[in-house]
């Protein structure tokens, strides 16, 4: 069976595939399939994480720097609207705003280039949305997330939403994801995960109404603090994952990927689209970029990039955003979207044809992390004196360590964190 994979202009035809529908231990099986129609196009979520548009895989590939005259072959442009242009010039207008996002959406469009738009110009703490002179400004102790419960701002947000939906609702345009890394944000515990999943429906349910039935989607960097997040996305249309490289074999960020993937598919009761949102190096062996404000790395070279790409391939990733500044900052940034050009066709064939991936081997053994935690004088002065003590070791990939348990009875009496390496890192008690 033959299908095309959408990118944009070019059209690559590949030898498909079939995928089986179940997924292993605890994925999509028994869910239902997100769909839509978007300006007469049709749209779904398949089970493996991927999205189809007008019957052919679509795969985001680009990147923050995405031009519609772009020369490298990168057809998907991630189009932030925020604060910045007003904070940049305090005689910015909302009017401006909304005919810049216009055009830019339009150019896109005749260069058969698609887009990503992500809803950040209205917050929880700054509801009413861009005005000329604005000053940006964050709370003490940081964004609070349940202040999307009070119906004040709920209601200030939608009119931010409303006046800016004509401008955004485009043929170029593929989904929309709310917010920018919400993971981020606090989220107190008078809600649950899942009721904080409610309220962010809402959110999806008026950006559908407003902009037309788009996948709708959130953004997590990690997966620390994501639950809630998660548990909206799973709702929602699917997720956006940040996540990045200090060196091609970071299996740190592969874990990453996959653990949130997982999260993903434990929570979803109907198919959902998991993409890298924003990726790339990070800081690492690197030191700082090239003057880009937050110093994210180029690729070192073509090899790098490939290596990279082909881990979130690999990893069950449909589609990749590359957080690098434009190609025109710094010739290491012009080399890095030349080498995702290149790249594109086989990492986005890649991506099609990869399933959903089962978790990776994790380095190491249980067996030696017990081993190496019982022969710490720690654990020992701790579990020194208690009888029938066992040892349960398992590894939490999202800091890349192995946790050893120690038991007496029915309670535990002491923890240990174990290094891959054979390290040990940390050790505890149950009321420490």
């Known amino acids: 069976m033959k299908h095309d994979i959408s990118c944009g202009r070019a059209v690559i035809s590949i030898a498909w595939v079939a995928f089986a529908v179940a997924v292993t231990a605890g994925g999509t099986q028994d869910v239902s399939e997100s769909s839509g129609e978007y300006l007469g196009h049709h749209w779904h979520i398949d089970p493996n994480h991927m999205m189809w548009w007008d019957g052919r895989p679509y795969v985001p590939f680009g990147g923050f720097g995405v031009r519609p005259d772009d020369e490298f072959g990168l057809d998907t442009h991630n189009l932030w609207i925020d604060f910045d242009p007003f904070i940049e010039n305090p005689q910015y207008t909302r009017e401006q705003h909304k005919r810049d996002i216009a055009q830019k959406l339009a150019a896109m469009t005749e260069a058969g280039r698609t887009c990503i738009v992500q809803f950040s110009m209205a917050l929880p703490h700054m509801p009413d949305g861009p005005r000329p002179g604005i000053r940006w400004f964050e709370p003490e102790g940081g964004i609070d997330a349940s202040r999307l419960t009070d119906p004040a701002v709920e209601q200030a947000i939608f009119r931010v939403w409303a006046d800016y939906a004509p401008a955004v609702r485009s043929e170029c345009v593929r989904g929309i994801v709310l917010w920018n890394e919400i993971n981020v944000w606090r989220w107190p515990e008078r809600f649950s995960a899942e009721e904080y999943a409610e309220v ?18 959130f953004k997590a960097a990690g997966t ?8 909206a996305a799973a709702a929602a249309d699917g997720l956006g994952f940040d996540i990045w490289f200090s060196r091609p074999e970071d299996l740190q960020a592969v874990r990453e990927i996959h653990h949130a993937r997982r999260m993903l598919e434990r929570r979803q009761k109907k198919t959902t689209w998991f993409f890298i949102a924003e ?22 070279s073509r090899q790098d990039a490939r290596a990279v790409l082909q881990s979130y391939a690999r990893a069950g990733a449909k589609g990749f955003i590359y957080n690098g500044p434009p190609p025109d900052r710094h010739r290491a940034y012009r080399d890095s979207h030349l080498w995702l050009g290149q790249l594109r066709p086989e990492i986005t064939t890649m991506m099609v044809q990869t399933g959903v991936p089962a978790e990776p081997e994790p380095p190491g053994s249980a067996q030696d992390a017990i081993r190496a935690a019982r022969a710490d004088p720690r654990v020992q002065k701790r579990i020194e004196g208690s009888k029938q003590v066992r040892a349960e070791a398992e590894f939490a990939g999202q800091w890349d360590v192995w946790i050893v348990h120690f038991r007496t009875g029915g309670r535990e009496i002491a923890f240990a ?11 505890g008690h149950d009321e420490d």
Do not use: M
């Open 200 to 217: 962010l429906q809402r959110y999806v349910r008026q950006a559908k109404r407003l902009v037309g039935d788009l996948p709708v989607c």
């Open 224 to 231: 620390w603090n994501a639950a809630p997040v998660i548990a």
């Open 279 to 300: 990726g790339g190096r990070t800081i690492g062996e690197d030191g700082e970029g090239f003057g880009y404000p937050d110093a994210w790395p180029p690729f070192h």
């Open 417 to 427: 964190s174990v290094s891959p390496q054979g390290v040990v890192l940390e050790v």
